[in-house]
């Protein structure tokens, strides 16, 4: 006869259900195994391209267009980052793009959160209209020319406000947003209108709290976008002094910029030397403020994905 002791034990079963002492069985292990290859091998996919730039940026011009540059430097120097890390004109453009970031992400977090706990509430007037012109606006834009004589008239051309208001809601972000405050409680919401909050005490006492997991990854969804972005920079600004730090390595690809090889050449190395891997040098720097915030970012991943797994 089985007793209720041994049915409540918590020995009797692991936190997954399954059985102490059971076994998985054959297909589940190689179901596993192969999954844990694939990964792998997709890590490895990814990673390569950016540690053979990281390559590079470390080896000699000769050896990379010998094309000997894999994963390891060759003809190992420093040249290049001393040329950068002396170039004005770039810590200028990263200045800028750090200040572009900063406002563009937070005037994007503040308009979609707003947005997105309206739309959220099924009570609310036209809320299906209102969702639907969201929805529109994913499909159908007037185009580039619309769009940039819209922005000449409003007199936004050569400002920071041309390239962090046009994209300052994200519909995809907002309609994840708007899920997420839907599977709050409405229980919380209740107890507090009981207490007396009103709406804006209810947003930011209650909901926010609540909502870390994802305002982290809307977060680093807008910020990830704005910095990348060098397109508007490239339609709307024509003063140099407000480049972002994508259009200034755009014009180094594209060989429209020499100020880092003349600057390179007066620091003791050869034009053709710095010309040849300034563009992996510059990339690096670049990328690296978005690889150093993924880590701090990626267990809210993980949160919100239990968040929206749970409900009640």
């Avoid at 040329?83 to 563009?104: E, H, I, L, P």
């Avoid at 008239?153 to 839907?182: D, H, Q, R, Y």
């Avoid at 990854?217 to 730090?245: C, G, H, R």
């Avoid at 915030?293 to 994905?305: A, H, I, K, N």
């Amino acid at each position: 006869m089985v007793t209720q002791s041994a049915l409540t034990s918590p020995s009797a079963s692991t936190s997954s259900g399954k059985p102490v002492g059971a076994r998985d069985s054959v297909g589940y292990r190689w179901f596993t195994w192969i999954n844990g290859t694939l990964l792998v091998i997709f890590c490895l996919a990814m990673l390569y391209p950016f540690v053979t730039i990281l390559a590079q940026s470390f080896s000699g011009a000769g050896a990379i267009r010998a094309g000997l540059v894999s994963v390891w430097p060759v003809d190992f120097n420093l040249d290049t980052y001393k040329a950068v890390w002396q170039n004005q004109m770039f810590w200028r453009s990263y200045r800028n793009t750090v200040v572009y970031t900063v406002v563009g992400t937070t005037i994007a977090m503040v308009l979609t959160t707003l947005l997105a706990y309206v739309l959220s509430k099924k009570h609310l007037r036209g809320r299906n209209v209102l969702i639907g012109l969201a929805v529109f606006t994913m499909f159908f834009n007037g185009g580039l020319i619309p769009n940039y004589i819209l922005i000449s008239s409003l007199g936004m051309t050569n400002t920071m406000w041309a390239l962090v208001l046009p994209g300052a809601i994200s519909v995809f972000n907002l309609l994840v947003m708007k899920s997420f405050f839907e599977n709050l409680p409405v229980e919380l919401e209740e107890a507090a209108q009981i207490d007396g909050l009103g709406w804006f005490g209810i947003f930011a006492r209650i909901v926010l709290p609540l909502s870390k997991a994802v305002i982290a990854t809307m977060i680093l969804f807008y910020s990830v976008a704005i910095w990348n972005d060098w397109f508007p920079a490239f339609l709307y600004l024509d003063k140099q002094e407000l480049f972002p730090v994508t259009l200034f390595l755009r014009n180094l690809v594209a060989g429209a910029s020499s100020s880092a090889s003349e600057g390179a050449a007066a620091a003791g190395s050869t034009t053709a030397a710095i010309n040849a891997n300034i563009q992996s040098v510059t990339m690096i720097l670049t990328i690296i403020p978005i690889l150093c915030v993924y880590p701090f970012v990626q267990r809210y991943f993980v949160s919100g994905v239990m968040l929206g797994s749970v409900k009640g």
